[in-house]
């Protein structure tokens, strides 16, 4: 039987630390109070996550703005057309009318617009590619400070632009910010919280980047860009106040050889009254049987981190090719098909609470249904649906008569919008912090997040010219087999991570 001067002995006493004697590292285990709260760890996601809504706000910012700062309306191209995830860069895709300001200063050519609409995807390539690094050299919480200044700097450049210049430096600033929340947000999450609620908490960042779409589609239509430039200013801003409260994670500082800090971490996330000290031992046996300082190389030689990395890769892929942006693309004609009169800035309102509230029920039920059968379930609807969009625009574009089912696309459109945003569009976000130990995350979650940024330059240039080439019902059709192989894959190659500890999972990966 232990006794109750070593039940009290905290972390680092146990490490022959004698000046950490703080009382919040005291595990009172007797008397059965041991218990963790949450209300913590869902404050700090929301925190961090709000990186997600300044992202998506950067994401959806040329749909409103792009009309009221050019020389003519923007044509109804695919130019810069394209999706993150929910997140959707909709430069000509639903074009919201707004009057010119009288006196604008800014007066953008077809060129200049797709350079200022490109240039964020280009930047945010480059973001996430430094930024697992440095997560691993100051922290994570440190990174994303650090890697919210660009946010701030890039929305006072493009307020104050009075040069197409100051929007590129503006929007690539905006990508790097963008590239970087990309791998540290989803970083940070899944290293704080408990196996119960790492779902749900993985989620918040698909759905806090619906929101700040959603919040520019709505205010974008009512105010002016500059007007709307200032207000995307105040989320990094009350980011970057957030982030000075948070701690930095349990496994990070356990990494560095910090017990009383990350028993202190722990603390604070978890509660006064958890027990640090099995969840600390938790941690360094994860740490223990991950290599000490894993290089790029130790990602791809170890058979646990490669096949982590192809699954997150795979997952990203099938999420860009979906088909998300040609569903987006159609929106606004697929409405007007169904003997809607909505004018186009109201059909990107409609589908931007579509996509928040379908991804919030995502996050109520990841813990429960789990990964794997959502991701089922949304490859077989979203491939079903996209095949009859691919039917039906090849009977219209044939000469036939569609007016009698106009209403069958529009029930495609809402189904697909639906099953994406509970499936591929935030799970492959959640699984890429999961599949990999501390020494490999980093850098594995830098090189998945660019994967996802190269699909997206690649569905985005390409798309223009499939549907020139090939005719929309073909690519439709296309993104259809896309999302059949996603079904086959899933159901035969992945294993349900939902309530599976990080050791579970290592040990799935590894082939044991």
């Not at 963790?36 to 700090?44: D, E, I, L, P």
């Not at 000509?92 to 240039?119: H, K, M, N």
């Not at 998945?448 to 019902?473: P, R």
């Not at 192989?485 to 939902?498: D, F, G, P, R, S």
């Amino acid at each position: 039987m232990v006794a109750s001067e070593d039940i009290k002995k905290t972390v680092s006493q146990e490490d022959a630390d004698p000046s950490a004697r703080n009382p919040m590292l005291y595990d009172p285990l007797q008397d059965g109070v041991v218990k963790t709260s949450k209300t913590r760890q869902y404050v700090a996601a929301l925190i961090m996550c709000l990186g997600a809504v300044a992202a998506g706000t950067a994401l959806a910012w040329t749909s409103p703005v792009l009309d009221q700062i050019s020389v003519h309306p923007p044509a109804n191209t695919t130019a810069g057309n394209s999706t993150m995830g929910n997140a959707t860069i909709a430069n000509g895709t639903s074009p919201i009318p707004l009057p010119l300001p009288s006196e604008d200063r800014l007066q953008l050519t077809a060129g200049q617009q797709t350079w200022v609409s490109s240039l964020l995807a280009i930047g945010a390539f480059l973001g996430a590619m430094p930024t697992g690094y440095i997560a691993d050299a100051i922290g994570r919480r440190y990174t994303a400070m650090v890697m919210n200044v660009p946010f701030i700097l890039a929305w006072l450049s493009i307020i104050f632009a009075n040069s197409a210049g100051w929007l590129y430096f503006g929007r690539f600033l905006i990508g790097i910010s963008t590239g970087s929340f990309c791998v540290v947000a989803p970083m940070y999450i899944s290293e704080i919280a408990e196996t119960s609620i790492r779902g749900t908490l993985g989620t918040l960042f698909q759905l806090l980047l619906t929101v700040g779409i959603l919040f520019v589609y709505m205010v974008g239509s009512m105010v002016s860009w500059t007007t709307l430039s200032t207000l995307c200013l105040f989320v990094p801003i009350f980011l970057f106040l957030g982030l000075l409260i948070l701690p930095e994670t349990p496994v990070y500082l356990l990494k560095k050889g910090q017990r009383a800090e990350a028993a202190l971490s722990l603390k604070w996330l978890w509660g006064r009254y958890c027990d640090s000290r099995s969840a600390i031992q938790v941690i360094q046996n994860d740490l223990d049987q991950a290599a000490a300082d894993a290089g790029i190389l130790d990602l791809f030689s170890n058979r646990g981190a490669r096949n982590g990395l192809v699954i997150s890769i795979l997952l990203m892929f099938f999420q860009q090719f979906s088909g998300i942006n040609a569903v987006i693309f159609y929106t606004v004609p697929i409405f007007q098909s169904a003997g809607s009169t909505l004018d186009a800035s109201v059909c990107s309102i409609i589908v931007g609470v579509v996509q928040v509230i379908m991804t919030l029920t995502a996050s109520l039920l990841i813990d429960r249904a789990g990964r794997k059968i959502l991701l089922l379930f949304s490859s077989t609807v979203m491939s079903i649906c996209l095949a009859i969009l691919g039917a039906y625009f090849d009977m219209k574009d044939s000469g036939k008569d569609v007016s009698s089912i106009g209403w069958l696309p529009l029930l495609c459109v809402v189904l697909f919008m639906i099953t994406f945003s509970v499936g591929y569009g935030p799970i492959p976000w959640l699984m890429m912090g999961e599949l990999f130990l501390p020494d490999v995350k980093a850098t594995a979650v830098a090189i998945t997040v660019m994967a996802n940024w190269l699909c997206v330059f690649i569905v985005t240039k390409s798309f223009g010219t499939m549907i020139e080439s090939l005719g929309s019902d073909v690519t439709f059709w296309f993104f259809a087999t896309c999302m059949a192989a996603a079904t086959i894959y899933v159901a035969t190659m992945l294993q349900e991570t939902k309530g599976k500890s990080a050791s579970q999972i290592q040990s799935w990966l590894n082939g044991r």
